[in-house]
């Protein structure tokens, strides 16, 4: 069946650093990708997603590429800040399937320190 | 716009006891969902409705009751609580089909502790 597969965290970065959170996924259909955040106290909330193969998501200086060959969709940032200290979930929805699917990964909890 | 609102956002029940989890949008949606968030896990879907009057179990529904009225609302009905139901628990609505590529909004989320 379909899946999502997130890199373990937490991940600790300093202010400005590089960020990559890999996300791995398998589907029976055409999914489309999805990264929500969830800032402390609040529910998740879409960051960034992707429909079809090489779109690439951008929102906030995040960005994200579909990548059909390798079944991936990693999250990168380039310069981290002290507010990105969230956790990040990946996601798919199955277009394929003509049923409700919508799976998120574990989530990764990213912690930036000042 | 409020968006997705949840009602409580804590809750302490005793084993047995029976609660219900509010949920409200007021962003029009015809689809909305229950998920349950363990520590260490991703989310859960529990129960979805694709309109009012409709609702079908998600992967993990035993132990839950749903309703859906209106439009707005989508109560959970906790009933019997057990140890195992302890866990965050969200809301969420979006505009299009399930299975397309449309956002979901999420509520704050309860939290729930069975003892």
Not at chain 1, 51 to 60: C, F, I, L, R, V
Not at chain 2, 18 to 34: A, E, I, P, R, V
Request: aromatic fraction near 12%.
């Amino acid at each position: 069946g379909d899946s999502v597969t997130q890199m373990e965290g937490p991940v600790t970065l300093s202010e400005e650093a590089f960020l990559t959170i890999n996300c791995t996924y398998t589907a029976t259909g055409y999914p489309s990708l999805f990264w929500y955040v969830q800032y402390p106290g609040e529910g998740l909330q879409l960051l960034l997603k992707a429909t079809k193969a090489d779109d690439k998501g951008s929102n906030k200086g995040f960005e994200a590429t579909y990548r059909k060959e390798t079944t991936s969709f990693h999250l990168e940032k380039g310069s981290v800040q002290v507010s990105d200290s969230a956790v990040y979930f990946c996601a798919l929805s199955d277009r394929g399937s003509g049923t409700y699917k919508y799976i998120f990964g574990t989530g990764t909890r990213l912690k930036v320190l000042a | 716009n409020a968006g997705v609102t949840q009602t409580p956002k804590f809750r302490i029940l005793k084993i047995g006891q029976s609660m219900t989890l509010q949920c409200t949008q007021d962003m029009n949606h015809n689809y909305m969902y229950w998920y349950r968030q363990d520590p260490g896990m991703g989310l859960k879907l529990i129960y979805y409705s694709v309109g009012a009057g409709i609702t079908d179990k998600g992967e993990v529904p035993n132990g839950y009751n749903v309703s859906r009225s209106t439009t707005e609302d989508f109560p959970l009905r906790l009933e019997l609580a057990a140890p195992s139901q302890t866990s965050v628990y969200f809301c969420a609505s979006s505009r299009l089909v399930p299975s397309s590529f449309d956002e979901q909004f999420f509520g704050p989320g309860t939290r729930l502790t069975v003892l």
